[in-house]
């Protein structure tokens, strides 16, 4: 079962599916798409991201966005996907906890992985039978109706992760600080690497980043921006023929050699080394 709706003169699309390994590829847009993925089995499954090994069990969902790699070449069972692109839901680009700048998509560089408890399954399972009673309904409308419970999913899930994956210890503004932090790595990483400028543009000190950050989560605000540098560039060698000269300049690396120096640090393997072991593409 597939539905999409999809508008090309604003170039928007918003699919449904309930078997993302079969259907990934027939939408009319396949790239630069958010991702709710849904295990509805009563079994685990797995997909990879970025070439790691996902796995959801059952009444599990995840958030994944256009930066990264999918691949369900070891999904064995059918795994539900909702999938849209920043000019169905996110025209305005608001920057709000539900916006596709919100805490399901950019809270931590780490996978949401979200549990639907058992009182809340008939709630999620009622709006996938709505999603798929309104994609049915073809009408001028449509387009604001979807928008509208996909709002709805988005809140929802964003309820869970706070409940279940922020730390109680942080009320909601530090929470946001936490999500603008993150948004403006994804943003800025390749020229701003100093805590002290993602700092500037939060109004904040970058010792209050780092206190917040050491209630939330081990990793320094510092150690943040490099993770995100170097998972980039083991993007860019795994789904990529750019060579390492190439990936050290748009990485706003100046010099190749500082570039595999930060690389083997990161990843204890040179470039070049980690291109043999691990580039996917081979």
């Given amino acids: ?23 990934h590829r027939s939408f009319s847009i396949t790239s630069g798409t958010i991702n709710f993925l849904w295990n509805r089995n009563t079994d685990n499954l797995e997909f990879l991201i970025d070439g790691i090994p996902v796995v959801l069990k059952p009444n599990q969902l995840t958030t994944t966005t256009y930066l990264q790699h999918i691949s369900y070449e070891h999904t064995e069972l059918p795994l539900t996907s909702f999938l849209f692109n920043r000019e169905f839901y996110c025209i ?18 780490d996978l949401p992985i979200i549990t639907i408890p058992k009182q809340q399954e008939r709630k999620f399972d009622m709006l996938y039978e709505i999603f798929e009673d309104e994609f049915s309904t073809s009408d001028k409308i449509q387009g604001d109706m979807l ?33 603008k932090f993150n948004v403006l790595v994804d943003e800025h990483y390749k020229t701003k690497r100093k805590v002290s400028e993602y700092a500037e543009l ?21 150690q943040i921006i490099l993770d995100r540098v170097a998972l980039e560039a083991k993007r860019l060698i795994n789904f990529t023929e750019k060579q390492n000269q190439e990936i050290a300049y748009e990485l706003g690396f100046n010099d190749p ?25 081979h």
């Fill in 1 to 23: 079962m597939k539905f999409e709706y999809h508008d090309p003169k604003l170039g928007s699309v918003f699919g449904l599916t309930d078997d993302v390994k079969k259907d």
């Fill in 92 to 109: 305005s680009d608001h920057d709000a906890e539900v916006s596709c700048n919100g805490i399901l998509f950019f809270g931590t560089q």
């Fill in 147 to 179: 928008q509208m419970l996909l709002k709805r999913l988005i809140i929802m899930s964003t309820r869970l992760a706070k409940e279940q994956l922020i730390i109680k210890k942080l009320d909601n503004d530090q929470i946001d600080v936490i999500r």
């Fill in 202 to 222: 939060l109004f904040k000190s970058p010792k209050t980043l780092s206190n917040l950050f050491a209630i939330y989560n081990q990793k320094s605000p510092q």
């Fill in 257 to 281: 050699a500082h570039f595999s120096r930060f690389f083997k640090k990161a990843t204890s393997f040179s470039p070049s080394q980690y291109r043999e072991t691990h580039n996917i593409l």
